[in-house]
């Protein structure tokens, strides 16, 4: 599947169980009842995937404050994870995605273009659902600039 995403507002979040740093997993349809965040980045430890980390890190107690759960979604593996977590002092759950399945899933996976090279990789994306598992709103090709409080804002009081 290429990166354009078939889900829109309003349809089923696709379930799914991630590894997530610190060596448990996530099931998406073990949080129904709460607000769920999931935004999509490239790559760990990169200066605009660090970014949006330490935006949403920031925002935490405000997501949770709303019944919002927050997760980053990469193919870096936990051990990965860990050690960009620990780095950056991240309070975002970060969940490893290796085989690309939850991202094609989700249509974030795709052909990209960088310095006139194409290759495979995740479009930067967030994915707001609702406590009813179904998908609110998508934000596709995300600018990292005030994005996390842009999702914050997105969510009821």
Excluded: N
């Amino acid at each position: 599947m290429s990166g354009t995403s078939t889900l829109s507002e309003g349809d089923t979040a696709p379930d799914f169980t991630l590894p997530r740093d610190g060596g448990t997993d996530v099931t998406l349809s073990d949080l129904k009842g709460d607000w769920v965040v999931l935004y999509f980045y490239p790559k760990d430890d990169t200066p605009g995937c660090t970014t949006e980390a330490l935006d949403f890190t920031a925002l935490k107690d405000q997501f949770a404050a709303k019944g919002a759960q927050v997760f980053g979604i990469s193919k870096d593996s936990v051990a990965k994870h860990d050690k960009f977590c620990a780095k950056h002092g991240l309070g975002i759950p970060l969940l490893s995605d290796a085989q690309a399945s939850v991202c094609e899933a989700y249509g974030v996976w795709g052909e990209k273009k960088m310095y006139g090279k194409s290759f495979e990789g995740i479009t930067r994306t967030s994915v707001l659902i609702k406590p009813d598992g179904t998908i609110a709103r998508i934000w596709p090709k995300v600018k990292v600039a005030m994005h996390a409080a842009e999702v914050l804002d997105a969510i009821p009081a």
